[in-house]
């Protein structure tokens, strides 16, 4: 366990910003996609945002044009960028990697927009 470090979630207020990290422990090797998934209480967890190692993205239109993941190979780290954060963005955001063996998931870490 704790191959996948997520940081960056806390209490925002709506219209903030909060920039998440994923540190995919140096023993997960051939990695395709990294990506964001979300849960809010009472839903199911839900595409944020991937990117694969050719550096195309992909948004839910929910997200699209706020939200802005990127990562950095040789950190073996994602990054999700929120931008104009509203309520509805509330809930717990988690990190996904992908290799050519198998996905590995974060334990998540919570996003919380309210005033």
């Known amino acids: 366990q704790g191959q996948l470090v997520e940081s960056g979630g806390g209490l925002v207020q709506p219209g903030g910003s909060l920039r998440l990290s994923c540190a995919a422990s140096r023993i997960i090797i051939n990695i395709r996609t990294m990506g964001w998934y979300r849960q809010a209480p009472g839903k199911q967890r839900e595409l944020v945002a991937t990117i694969t190692s050719g550096g195309s993205t992909n948004y839910p239109d929910s997200v699209k044009g706020r939200f802005t993941i990127s990562r950095d190979n040789g950190k073996n780290t994602v990054y999700l960028q929120m931008n104009s954060l509203k309520r509805e963005d509330t809930a717990v955001y988690y990190c996904?990697?992908?290799?050519?063996?198998?996905?590995?998931w974060g334990q998540g870490t919570q996003v919380t927009v309210s005033s």
């Open positions: 996904n990697v992908v290799t050519n063996l198998r996905s590995y």
